[in-house]
């Protein structure tokens, strides 16, 4: 646990108080969120937000997962003061501007000893469980301020993001007002709720899904197919050839499938680039078994390659390294961290040169034997 964490926590307290927010500040970071709900009447949620500057943004938000979830999105605004942002998650992309009139930023929010600080009124429409336990995400992300006061800014992707559930019935304050005003003379206790009153959740409950689909495509386009495609001038036997690009074909629609099933629960199918050059690439390979047939027809006529050889040869060439840059895509998406795209990024290179490396000797070495 780090000073800060440490530090808040003493400072409010981990024990049961009546009429007191509830505080979390997840394990692994020494950002720090409160919840207060003003005792039976009233629509409106108190909120705050506490991180470091060293942060470029903050976002926490209602629901299981970014699809759907109404978000508050944290950011410096370049004076000395902070920006929030009600968002619309939308998957694995950027959120979408929300209704800006349903938040309010309150007195005690800005920037302080190298801290944002948001105090938040949010007036619940009904999409917040006050009665009981909600689920909760949050995603930070580094970097330099944004310093904008545009409630529409564009952000990068998160660094990281987490889950939990908070009982918001042990979160009752005795007043609605700002509990976290630093002249609060209101009657509320701010000095904290159980600490039982957070549980921490599978972030991300797609991530074995996701990790089968991408290490099964991976495999597919980096190395079943350019190996494959290699048999027929190592080897000359086209059912050799046939058969191990079948395999191949036949995980690439295993791997799509599952890639189907999770965009799909993430309501991210078809609305980015990874999924959209996903069904494109995968659509335009199910011609190719058909391609590959008609050339070994038409090769069996003729005794030579012709246009349909040539199509069926070239037309896969370029779809294998649109399936490999689009695993790049795909692990951009995932919010990986530089270093695993990095690799990813190399192999499937080094890959690609050799296949194209050998594609180009043979093709020249068959051109000087017809001389």
């Known amino acids: 646990m780090n000073a800060k964490k440490f530090w808040f926590l003493v400072t409010l307290g981990v024990c049961q108080v009546s009429s007191s927010p509830v505080s979390f500040c997840p394990d692994d970071s020494d950002i ?6 003003p005792e039976a009447g009233s629509e409106n949620v ?3 937000i506490d ?11 209602i629901g299981k997962q970014m699809a759907g979830a109404a978000m508050f999105l944290v950011y410096e605004d370049g004076q000395g003061n902070v920006t929030v942002s009600n968002r619309n998650g939308k998957g694995h992309s950027m959120p979408l501007l929300g209704d800006q009139d ?8 800005g920037v302080k000893d190298g801290r944002m600080i948001a105090n938040v009124l949010y007036k619940n429409s009904g999409k917040l469980d006050v009665s009981g336990s909600s689920d909760w995400i949050m995603a930070k992300k580094e970097g330099a301020s944004l310093a904008s006061v545009d409630p529409d800014a564009s952000v990068a992707v998160h660094d990281s993001h987490s889950a939990f559930s908070v009982n918001l019935a042990q979160a009752s304050v005795s007043v609605d007002s700002n509990p976290f005003s630093e002249n609060n003379d209101n009657g509320n206790d701010v000095s904290g709720g159980d600490a039982t009153s957070v549980t921490e959740t599978n972030s991300n409950p797609n991530s074995n899904l996701i990790l089968a689909h991408g290490v099964i495509l991976t495999v597919v386009f980096v190395a079943v197919y350019p190996l494959g ?9 086209w059912y050799i050839h046939a ?19 999770v965009s799909s629960d993430l309501d991210i199918f078809f609305d980015q680039t990874h999924t959209r050059l996903g069904v494109v690439v995968v659509a335009l390979l199910g011609m190719q078994p058909i391609l590959g047939l008609l050339h070994h027809i038409q090769y069996r006529r003729q005794g030579a390659r012709g ?7 070239w037309y896969g060439r370029a779809l294998i390294i649109m399936g490999m840059v689009n695993g790049g895509l795909g692990l951009q998406l995932t919010g990986a961290s530089d270093t695993y795209v990095i690799v990813y990024s190399v192999v499937a290179g080094i890959s690609a040169l050799m296949y194209a490396g050998y ?13």
């Open 32 to 37: 720090c969120f409160q919840w207060a709900v």
């Open 46 to 48: 108190y909120l705050q």
């Open 51 to 61: 991180a470091p500057t060293s942060y470029q943004w903050i976002g926490l938000g």
């Open 102 to 109: 349903s938040i309010s930023l309150l007195d005690g929010s």
């Open 229 to 237: 495609s290699l048999l027929m001038p190592w080897l000359g036997k």
């Open 243 to 261: 058969a191990w690009q079948m395999v191949g074909f036949l995980a690439m629609w295993a791997g799509f499938g599952i890639g189907y099933v």
């Open 307 to 313: 246009a349909f050889g040539h199509v069926h040869i």
């Open 359 to 371: 594609s180009t000797f043979k093709a020249i070495k068959t051109e000087e034997k017809k001389k």
